[in-house]
């Protein structure tokens, strides 16, 4: 199987878990995974050694030390991703990373094969991606206004200047000082822009713009609305009690000169570029996008027309670069490789980009090639397969010690949704600089099947409560791996923990970027 191809409804995986019921009770699971893999219960100790062994493999982390990620401490906050992610240099001390670690049955050196590595937990994938992307020292370039949106500030933005830089008017109407009523002068008054306006006498008024610097000495504006005038007498009167300092902008209301406006990390939004301009700036000092590509592998695929022969339509090309640019990434054009394994390790030995997306070819069917030319290549696996489902055979590795990311989706369409929000999502948010967003919860409306032991990831709908009731997520169908319908009209996925989730339980939910 190549990791591409949905299963069959009438081939759906068959699962005992031992210790429930005679041998021949059976249940069928739906379809939940690309890439089927025996369920077995096992105890927690078995599950700890299982993660701590593809650890080891993954990052050579030797399976006799303590491991950050014992997967006894169920609180992924808790865990300690502090660690480099490459082993230390030969000799490393007591404690340290070995040079190598030990592992019955597999090879010496290259990558481990899919059958011999157990998967990590969603959380800890997560989270080594996200320590992964924040590796490196990021570089910074300045860029106009006009080019900075959807960057990621590299330095904090300051205030140049106090915001307002003068006492304005936050109304048109008239500007007064003293006690009313007020003799006024003809003319067009007080224009923004206008330049020093001068002191402004007690017992008098003088017309005012929106925007328009206060004269010295005026105590109040008087909104048009709220203003009588008595033209013949060229006198003001105000219809409501005059408050001092009403409707008036004072200087610095908003900051001060040298004020922290907004720290490194932040996402240029339409509105920070508004921001940087009313406190002086021309440019922003900030991170480089991350430049990605995809590799779309699989001979099967079409790029146009309808399915036919045995071929099926690529959905990942059109679908990967508008969304990896949505997350802050230069994308080149998709390349389309087929299953070419000499072309594929031509482009993973020669790319100048920063993170490398393929698509397919992580399973271990007869020309699923992205494993044997990683160990081909010397590349360093660190994540290879994850407990979710879909997207099970995902993997992420480094293709040289300075060099750049490789994220192996699976070839289904779903699946590898997983694989991006999972993987790439994470990872690039760290070598774009951002601030990683905190995790929120909602519950579901309705129960939601889970996978006996794996994480489950399901495209919700936000739905708001009526009644007092709270807002809630809604499961979508058409969830399996090679669907792509159900997260069309989604806005968020829900991760479902092992054993699924009860009508009203509180789920965390990934938000999906036309949120």
Known sequence: ???????????APTVRLSGMGTPGDFFVLPELDDCPVPARKTS????????????????????????????SRHDSSRHDFSAPLSPE?????????AREAPARDVPARGVTPAHLSPAVTWEQARALAVRAGRGGTHAAIRLPLDRALGHVLAEGLTALTDLPSFDTSAMDGWAVTGPGPWHFHGGSGLL??????????????????????IPVEATAVIRSEHAEVDEAKGMLHARRAVVPGQDIRPRAQECRTGEQLLSPGTLVTPAVLGLAAAAGYDALVVVPRPRVEVLVLGDELLTSGLPHGGHIRDALGPMLGPWLRAAGADVAEPRRLGDDAGALRRALTSTDADLVLTTGGTAAGPVDHVHPILAEIGAE????????????????????????????????PLAAVSGLLTLALPLLGGLAGRVEQEPYRAPVQEAVQGHPHDTRLVPVVHRAGRGGARDHAVPL???????????????????????????????????????
């Open 1 to 11: 199987m190549t990791g591409r191809e949905p299963i069959p409804a009438a081939e």
């Open 44 to 71: 927690s100790a078995e599950d700890e050694r299982a993660v701590e062994q593809a650890l080891a493999l993954a990052n050579r982390v030797s399976p006799h030390e303590p491991s950050p990620y014992d997967s």
């Open 89 to 97: 240099p030969s000799g490393a001390t007591a404690g340290g990373f």
């Open 192 to 213: 923004a822009g206008d330049g020093g306006p001068g002191r402004l006498p007690d017992g008098e008024a003088v017309r005012i713009a929106t925007g328009a610097r």
């Open 381 to 412: 696996l660190v994540v290879d397969g994850v407990a979710v489902r879909p997207g099970h055979p995902m993997l992420l590795a480094r293709l040289a010690p300075d060099g750049p990311w490789l994220v192996g989706l699976p070839g289904n």
């Open 477 to 515: 169908r058409y969830n399996g791996p090679a669907m792509l319908r159900g997260i069309a009209t989604a806005d968020g996925m829900a991760v479902v923990e092992p054993g699924g989730a009860r009508p009203g339980a509180e789920v965390e939910i990934l938000d999906l970027p036309w949120a």
